[in-house]
C-alpha cells in the first residue's frame, strides 16, 4: 500500500542534507522512542522505515534516482499551471524549486500534491506509518488513514491490519484526536476541538483501552468547558440548539462546583475568584430571561452572589417590559441580602419602581453608597426629599449600567414616563396593597394613604417633610417574609407634638422614636409649611385619618384624587411631568394635647376622679404577718449563724482519723516502686522516610481504589503532586475504574541525615504489584509488577511530614 510520506520527512531533514547530516538524523530518530503504550511491533515498524529511509538516501546513486523521480513529480505537480520556458527539460530543475515544493508539500499536504509524494510500504509496517505521521504532525492523515482500519481491515488495498496491531491503531488515532483537540483549542475553535477530543475518548472507551490517555483526554475535556460554553452562548439567538447545549454545560459545571460559590472541584481550573470572573463574562451572552431562569435556580442553594444577580435580572425584565410584579419579587429578594451588605439603593430602586415613594427615601437615608447619594442629593437641592435625584439615578442606573448586561436588552430604550404611562403599570400599582391595614380592608384603589405618598413627593411640595423611623412604620406586603409581624392600625385619634420651626437644609434628622399610646397609635411630630403651619398629615398616618368625620379635614385632597399611582410618579421623570398638580390646600393645624378633651357631658367616674382620699381603720391582719415574718426571719438567721460557726471551727481544728491506721515504716517503701523504663532510642531518618512513604502508599491506596478515598490525599501530599494525584483519583471515580496495588519499600539513602531537619530526601526502592478494575471488572492486560528506584523529597510542616515531590529515577526490574 502506498502513505503520503517521503524518506526526507521520515528523517527530518531537507532534501540538501550531507552524508553526516543523513548520520545525525538516523541516530537521533531511533533514540526517540514513542510512548510505552505502543506495542514492540509498532515500534520495530516505525524502525523498519527510519532504517529504509536512511538506506536509501546514504546510498549516493540511489538517492540520486530517488530525488530526480521525487522532485520532478514535484515540481510537476507544483508548477503544473505555468509552461516551462524552452529549451529546459522538465526534469532538470534547480535544487531551490525542489525544496519550495517540498516544503509545500510538507506545510499544505492534500490534493494533487499530497499525492505526489508516496512511498510503497507492507501491510505490517501500517502502524510504523501511523507513529511516523504522527510525531509529524499530520493527525488529519492519521485518522483519514487509520479509521477505515477499525471499521474494515481490508479497507486498504485489500491487505489487512494484523490483529495484534489494532489496539496500536486504536492508541495512535487516540492520540491524533488528543494533540489534534489541543491544536484546534489553540485555534480558537472550542466546539471543534471539543469534537476532536470526544471522539478520542470514545475510540478508547469502546474497548475498555489505555485508561491513562482516556484520562488525559477526559482532564483536557474538562478544561475545555468554559471556553465551549461561551463560544455556544455567543451564538445568534435563533441558534437555540447550540445555546442550549451552552446552558447545560453551565449547569454541570455549577453543580459539579456546588454553586457560583462552591469550593468543589469541577477540574476546569478556575479558582473561585476565576469563575466569578467567568460567570460576570458570560452574562452579557445571556438574555435577561436566561439569567433569570439559571440564577434564581442557583439562588435556592442558597448562593448571595446568585441571588443578586437574580434581582438584576428581575428589575431588567420588570423595568423593561413594564412588569411591576417582577420588580416586587426584586424587592422580596433583596430582603435576604440587608443581613450581608447594603443594598439599600437597589430596595430604594425598586420601591420607586413600585410607586413607594415613602419607603425609597427611607432606604436611601439608611444607604451607605457615597457617589450615588452625592450625585441623588445633587440633583434634590430644590426638593424637601431626594425622590426627584433618585428617579433621575434610577432612570440612568438601568439603562447605562443594568441593561449592559443583558444580550436582549443592550439597545433597550426605557423611561420612567412610559413605564408610569402603561396602563398595566397603572392597574398593578393601585390594585396592590401597601400596607397591613389595606390588605385587612381589600380596597379596590389605594387608600388616601397610598394618595398622600404622592402628594408629598410632588416637585411642588412645600419644603420640609416629617420622617418617621424605619421600625414605626406599617410592613408593606412583600416586604417582609409571609408570617413575619406588621403594625397595628393607628388608631383614628392622633396625638402631634406642637410645631417646631423649620431647618434651613432641605432635609431634616429623623425624629426620636414616639412611644404608643397603648392602642395601637403613635405619635407623629408636625411638620411646618412655608407659611408657619402644620402641612399635610404623614401620608401613613392618612389611612387611619380618613375615617374622621371632618369635612375641612378631607377637603384638602380634593384635587389629587383625580390623578392615578403612576401618574404622581411619573411627573418626578427627567422626561417631565405628566399632569401638573394643583397647589395644596393648606390644612387644618393641628391641634394641641390641651385642645382635645372629651365632650361637656361626659364626666369622669368617681373611681377615677381627682379628691383627698379618706384615711382608714388599721388593716390589723397586716401588721400580725409581718411580725410573723419577721420571727421566721431571725430564726433562719441563727440557724445560718451556727452553721458558719462550726465551718469555721472545724477548719482550725486539723484533720481527724477514723479507721485503724496504717502500719508505714520510715526505713522501707509502702509499696514496691517499678524500676524506670530505658529512655526510647531516637528515630533515626531512615524510619521516619520509610512511615512517610508507606503512609503515602496506603492513602494512594485508598485514593485510586476501589473505596475512592481522595480526600485523604491532602493529609501526605503537597503541591505540586497534589493536583496530579487529586485529579487522577477524579478521575478514576468519574470513570469508574480503580487498582488494588501492593507494595514494598526499602529505604536505600536519605539527606541529610539529621532528624531535627525540616526537609529530607530520600532514595528508596519500591515494589509496585497493579491490577486494573474497569466497571469492576479486571483488565488483566493493564496488570504489571514493576521495582521502582524512587526519589522522595519530604517536608515537614506543624510537625507533620509531607512529600512535596516524588521522581522516577530507574526501573529495577
Not at 384 to 400: M, Q, V
Not at 563 to 587: F, I, Y
Request: net charge negative.
Amino acid at each position: 500500500m502506498q502513505i503520503p510520506l517521503d524518506y526526507y520527512r521520515i528523517l527530518g531533514l531537507p532534501i540538501q542534507a550531507t552524508a553526516d547530516q543523513l548520520k545525525q538524523a538516523h541516530r537521533d530518530r531511533g533514540l526517540q522512542l514513542p510512548r510505552r503504550e505502543f506495542s514492540t511491533a509498532a515500534i520495530e515498524a516505525r524502525k523498519q522505515l527510519i532504517d529504509e529511509a536512511y538506506i536509501v538516501l546514504s546510498d549516493r546513486d540511489r538517492r540520486r534516482n530517488y530525488d530526480s523521480k521525487f522532485l520532478a513529480s514535484a515540481y510537476t505537480v507544483d508548477m503544473a499551471p505555468e509552461p516551462l520556458p524552452e529549451g529546459v527539460p522538465g526534469l532538470e530543475v534547480s535544487a531551490d524549486a525542489g525544496e519550495a515544493a517540498l516544503r509545500s508539500l510538507a506545510t499544505e499536504p492534500g490534493g494533487s500534491e499530497a499525492q505526489s509524494s508516496k512511498i510503497e510500504i507492507e501491510s505490517d509496517q501500517l502502524v510504523g506509518a501511523l507513529l511516523l505521521l504522527l510525531e509529524l504532525g499530520e493527525y488529519e492523515q492519521v485518522l483519514q488513514l487509520g479509521q477505515p482500519q477499525l471499521v474494515n481491515p481490508y479497507a486498504s488495498g485489500g491487505l489487512a491490519t494484523p490483529e495484534p496491531a489494532q489496539d496500536d491503531v486504536v492508541l495512535t488515532l487516540a492520540l491524533a484526536c488528543l494533540e489534534l483537540g489541543r491544536e484546534q483549542w489553540q485555534q480558537r475553535q472550542y466546539e471543534i476541538a471539543a469534537e476532536s477530543l470526544q471522539t478520542g475518548h470514545e475510540l478508547l472507551a469502546r474497548g475498555n483501552h489505555f485508561p491513562a490517555i482516556r484520562a488525559e483526554i477526559q482532564a483536557e475535556l474538562y478544561k475545555l468547558r468554559p471556553y465551549r460554553v461561551l463560544e455556544l452562548l455567543a451564538r445568534p439567538l435563533d441558534q437555540t440548539r447550540e445555546r442550549r447545549q451552552g446552558l447545560k454545560l453551565l449547569k454541570t459545571m455549577l453543580e459539579d462546583r456546588g454553586g457560583i460559590e462552591g469550593t468543589e472541584d469541577d477540574l476546569s481550573g478556575l479558582a473561585i475568584d476565576d469563575f466569578l470572573r467567568f460567570i460576570q463574562q458570560l452574562r452579557d451572552y445571556l438574555t435577561a430571561s436566561e439569567q433569570q431562569e439559571l440564577f434564581e435556580h442557583e439562588a435556592r442553594r442558597p448562593s448571595p452572589v446568585a441571588t443578586y444577580l437574580t434581582v438584576y435580572a428581575l428589575l431588567a425584565r420588570g423595568f423593561a417590559r413594564h412588569q411591576p410584579a417582577l420588580v416586587r419579587r426584586a424587592k422580596q429578594l433583596l430582603l435576604r441580602l440587608g443581613a450581608q451588605q447594603d443594598v439599600h439603593l437597589e430596595q430604594a430602586v425598586c420601591a420607586l419602581l413600585l410607586g413607594q415613594t415613602e419607603e425609597a427615601n427611607r432606604a436611601l437615608e439608611m444607604s451607605q453608597e457615597y457617589e450615588p447619594l452625592a450625585y441623588i442629593r445633587e440633583h434634590s437641592r430644590q426638593s424637601p426629599d431626594l425622590l426627584p435625584g433618585l428617579c433621575l439615578y434610577a432612570e440612568r442606573w438601568l439603562k447605562d449600567e443594568l441593561f449592559p448586561h443583558f444580550r436582549d436588552f443592550k439597545d433597550q430604550e426605557a423611561t420612567l414616563k412610559d413605564y408610569f404611562a402603561d396602563a398595566q403599570v397603572q392597574a398593578y400599582l393601585e390594585t396592590m396593597p401597601t400596607g397591613s391595614g389595606a390588605e385587612l380592608r381589600s380596597e379596590p384603589r389605594q387608600s388616601a394613604a397610598s394618595q398622600g405618598v404622592f402628594e408629598q413627593t410632588s416637585l411642588t411640595t412645600t419644603p420640609g417633610t416629617g420622617q418617621f423611623p424605619t421600625a414605626q412604620f406599617p410592613t408593606i406586603e412583600g416586604s417582609l417574609p409571609i408570617g413575619a409581624p406588621t403594625m397595628p392600625n393607628p388608631a383614628t385619634t392622633v396625638r402631634r407634638r406642637p410645631p417646631e420651626p423649620a431647618p434651613s437644609s432641605s432635609r431634616r434628622p429623623p425624629e426620636p422614636a414616639p412611644v404608643s399610646n397603648g392602642n395601637g397609635a403613635y405619635p407623629r411630630p408636625a411638620v411646618r409649611n412655608g407659611n408657619g403651619r402644620p402641612s399635610q398629615p404623614e401620608p401613613r398616618l392618612r389611612l387611619a385619618e380618613e375615617n374622621m368625620p371632618d369635612p375641612e379635614f378631607r377637603s384638602g385632597y380634593a384635587d389629587d384624587d383625580d390623578l392615578s399611582v403612576a401618574e404622581r410618579v411619573a411627573q418626578l421623570s427627567p422626561e417631565g411631568k405628566m399632569t401638573t398638580p394643583g397647589s395644596e390646600a393648606p390644612t387644618k393645624p393641628a391641634p394641641t394635647p390641651e385642645s382635645i378633651a372629651l365632650d361637656g357631658e361626659q364626666t369622669l367616674p368617681p373611681a377615677i376622679a381627682p379628691g383627698r382620699r379618706s384615711r382608714g381603720a388599721p388593716h390589723w391582719g397586716r401588721l400580725a404577718l409581718v411580725a410573723a415574718a419577721g420571727v421566721l426571719g431571725l430564726g433562719i438567721l441563727g440557724f445560718g449563724t451556727m452553721r458558719a460557726l462550726g465551718w469555721v471551727t472545724g477548719i482550725f481544728s486539723g484533720p481527724r482519723i477514723s479507721g485503724k491506721p496504717l502500719a508505714i515504716r520510715v526505713d522501707q517503701p509502702a509499696f514496691e516502686i517499678p524500676e524506670a523504663p530505658p529512655a526510647p532510642s531516637e528515630i533515626g531518618v531512615n524510619d521516619m522516610a520509610g512511615r512517610v512513604i508507606n503512609e503515602w502508599l496506603e492513602i494512594k491506596r485508598g485514593a485510586l481504589g476501589e473505596s475512592y478515598q481522595g480526600d485523604r490525599l491532602d493529609d501526605i501530599l503537597l503541591e505540586p503532586v497534589l493536583t496530579q494525584w487529586t485529579r487522577r483519583a477524579d478521575a478514576a471515580a468519574a470513570e469508574s475504574w480503580y487498582w488494588e496495588y501492593e507494595h514494598k519499600v526499602e529505604i536505600e539513602s536519605v539527606t541529610p541525615d539529621d532528624p531535627t531537619a525540616d526537609s529530607l530526601q530520600a532514595i528508596a526502592v519500591v515494589s509496585e504489584q497493579a491490577k486494573l478494575f474497569e466497571f469492576g471488572v479486571e483488565n488483566a492486560d493493564a496488570a504489571y509488577n514493576d521495582t521502582l528506584r524512587m526519589q522522595y523529597d519530604l517536608v515537614r510542616q506543624d510537625g507533620k511530614w509531607y512529600i512535596k515531590g516524588m521522581n522516577k529515577l530507574a526501573d529495577v526490574n
